[in-house]
């Protein structure tokens, strides 16, 4: 998504230059070869003027545009992430404290060590989640899991699967499913699934008995970011044949089996945060993994909050350049217009007809930039929502809330830039207005 990101930001600027330069010069020519349309009095000195004034300064006009939209992205992505600073940390860590084991493990001990450390707090875990999970991705080609090394791969094809026993299905669910041999139960998150079959590798494929509603909400990240696949199989014995042939596919270096626990507290966040010391130390022998939510808030706010300060204070340099190449434009077009006004009003043309030509081609020009970055924005919003999910912001409706506002404030901003920029305009024009 990113590399994607990089290569549309460069062809959307050469395309924006391209249309302000080229584009707008060829749509003159095509209304001035329309006679029933140029041939009029206030179509004759718009677009013939137009035609003028887009030749001559496009690529200012186009420098306008793309430096808006720079603005726009950048001030409303880094806003998404800083207010919805929340929501992403509560989608990162669903539960006040979690424990994850990667190694070896003896589940029963785990859990009694967790809860030896709670009680001496004299607190109870609250909202309990624990899990026996193993984890996979690769590329879903029709009804088959395919290992892949190669990292050019299209997006859409990759998959995550989520593999539980069928013991912690049930227990999970609340059901008493069974399966015989080389059968198997789906959960679909994202998209759809069709077929009765489901390959894993070089693998026998599996036979769906039946597709199941989501049973867990882990806040796995992985769910955000590609197509994810809940996978009840048997016992833990085809669990552990699953882990090995993916860690056999990517020669070691793949994801191994793993129990999860995840509970809440009645406590403030300095209690919180002694727990988690407490069993990070308890546990570290066992291969754990201790965090929770409190300890990393202060590192979700300082990273979302630095990126909003540079989000400002490169938009900030940005929104200076827009009005300088604007405040520019306005004196240099003065110069040379001041004596075609005049000419103008020479050839028959009273002041009122040629105040209001300039009035609609200057608002004309300068508000086209701020029309083409909204439509940029526009066209830059499913990317843009991908790479904020990568942050763990799936809140769609906070990202459009928060573009909205901030192409409104940037729209007022700009007409007051407009307004105080072209009176230096209507200062060297003169009575020709």
């Known amino acids: 998504a990113f590399?994607?990101?990089?290569?549309?930001?460069?062809?959307?600027?050469?395309?924006?230059?391209?249309l302000f330069i080229c584009g707008s010069v060829a749509l003159c020519k095509l209304l001035q070869k329309n006679k029933r349309y140029y041939y009029q009095l206030q179509h004759f000195i718009s677009?013939?003027?137009?035609?003028?004034?887009?030749?001559?300064?496009?690529?200012?006009?186009?420098?306008?545009?793309?430096?808006?939209?720079?603005?726009?992205?950048?001030?409303?992505?880094t806003l998404c992430l800083y207010l919805g600073s929340e929501d992403s940390l509560y989608q990162r860590y669903p539960r006040?404290?979690?424990?994850?084991?990667?190694?070896?493990?003896?589940?029963?001990?785990?859990?009694?060590?967790?809860?030896?450390?709670?009680?001496?707090?004299s607190l109870q875990e609250k909202n309990e989640i624990h899990e026996t999970t193993l984890q996979i991705s690769g590329v879903l080609n029709g009804n088959r899991l395919q290992f892949e090394q190669d990292s050019l791969v299209d997006y859409d094809d990759i998959a995550t699967v989520k593999i539980f026993t069928l013991e912690e299905y049930n227990r999970l669910a609340g059901t008493s499913e069974t399966l015989q041999d080389g059968e198997v139960l789906l959960s679909v998150i994202d998209g759809s699934y069709s077929g009765d079959t489901i390959q894993i590798g070089t693998m026998q494929p599996f036979q769906i008995q039946k597709q199941v509603p989501q049973f867990v909400d882990d806040g796995d990240a992985f769910a955000n970011v590609s197509r994810m696949l809940y996978l009840i199989v048997p016992d833990m014995a085809m669990m552990q044949e699953l882990n090995e042939r993916?860690?056999?596919?990517?020669?070691?270096?793949?994801?191994?089996?793993?129990?999860?626990?995840?509970?809440?507290l009645d406590a403030d966040a300095d209690t919180q945060l002694a727990i988690q010391a407490a069993l990070q130390q308890q546990l570290?022998?066992?291969?754990?993994?201790?965090?929770?939510?409190?300890?990393?808030?202060?590192?979700?706010?300082?990273?979302?909050?630095?990126?909003?300060?540079?989000?400002?204070?490169?938009?900030?340099?940005?929104?200076?350049?827009?009005?300088?190449?604007?405040?520019?434009?306005?004196?240099?077009?003065?110069?040379?217009?001041?004596?075609?006004?005049?000419?103008?009003?020479?050839?028959?043309m009273s002041n009122d007809e040629v105040k209001k030509s300039i009035t609609s081609q200057v608002r004309m020009v300068f508000f086209l930039p701020i029309i083409l970055a909204a439509c940029h924005l526009a066209a830059a919003f499913p990317l843009l929502r991908r790479l904020l999910v990568m942050f763990n912001l799936t809140d769609i409706k906070l990202i459009a809330i928060c573009m909205s506002a901030t192409f409104l404030v940037f729209v007022a901003i700009y007409y007051i830039v407009?307004?105080?920029?072209?009176?230096?305009?209507?200062?060297?024009?003169?009575?020709?207005i």
């Open 3 to 18: 590399s994607m990101f990089f290569l549309a930001v460069v062809l959307v600027i050469l395309a924006t230059y391209l």
């Open 47 to 77: 677009v013939s003027s137009m035609r003028y004034r887009m030749k001559r300064n496009g690529s200012s006009l186009a420098s306008i545009c793309v430096l808006s939209t720079m603005v726009l992205v950048m001030i409303s992505s």
């Open 96 to 121: 006040d404290i979690f424990v994850t084991a990667y190694s070896d493990f003896d589940e029963q001990a785990l859990e009694e060590k967790i809860a030896e450390v709670v009680s001496r707090y």
């Open 246 to 264: 993916q860690a056999e596919a990517y020669n070691g270096y793949a994801s191994v089996i793993q129990f999860y626990k995840g509970f809440d």
């Open 284 to 348: 570290s022998e066992e291969g754990c993994v201790c965090e929770s939510r409190e300890d990393g808030r202060s590192s979700f706010y300082a990273l979302y909050g630095g990126l909003l300060f540079l989000g400002i204070l490169l938009s900030v340099v940005f929104l200076f350049g827009t009005v300088l190449i604007m405040y520019y434009k306005q004196i240099s077009e003065g110069y040379d217009d001041k004596a075609r006004y005049e000419i103008m009003e020479k050839v028959g």
């Open 418 to 432: 407009f307004k105080i920029t072209s009176r230096a305009y209507y200062r060297i024009v003169g009575n020709q």
